[in-house]
C-alpha cells in the first residue's frame, strides 16, 4: 500500500511541475510578455482613477463638513487693490527735499 501512496504522490508532483513549467514558458514567450505588459498598465490605470475618485470624495466631504470656510479656491480680481508685478516707483517731488542737496 504505500508503495501505491508514493506512487500517485510523485505522479501528482509531476503533473503540478509539467503544468508550472508550461505556464513559466508561456509567460515568457512574446506574447506573453506583451499580455503581462498591457495588465500592468490596466492596473495603474484603474489604481490612479480610484485614488482621483477618492480624492474628489473626501473633497466633497470636507466641503460640506467645513462649508465656505475650507473653500480656499483662488479667485481672480480685476481691481486696483490687485498686487503688480512690476515695481513702484514714486516719480512724486517733494519739495522740502529738493533744497538739502
Request: glycine letters at 10%; a negative charge; zero cysteines.
Amino acid at each position: 500500500m504505500s508503495r501505491a501512496v508514493w506512487f500517485v504522490a510523485g505522479a501528482g508532483m509531476g503533473v503540478y511541475a509539467m503544468i508550472r513549467g508550461r505556464r513559466a514558458a508561456e509567460a515568457l514567450t512574446p506574447d506573453g510578455l506583451h499580455d503581462r505588459w498591457q495588465a500592468l498598465g490596466v492596473g495603474a490605470r484603474m489604481f490612479r482613477e480610484e485614488v482621483a475618485q477618492a480624492k474628489t470624495d473626501k473633497e466633497l466631504e470636507l466641503r460640506e463638513r467645513f462649508g465656505p470656510a475650507y473653500d480656499r479656491t483662488p479667485q481672480l480680481s480685476s481691481g486696483l487693490d490687485t498686487p503688480s508685478l512690476v515695481p513702484h516707483e514714486d516719480y512724486s517731488t517733494d519739495e522740502s527735499k529738493e533744497g538739502t542737496h
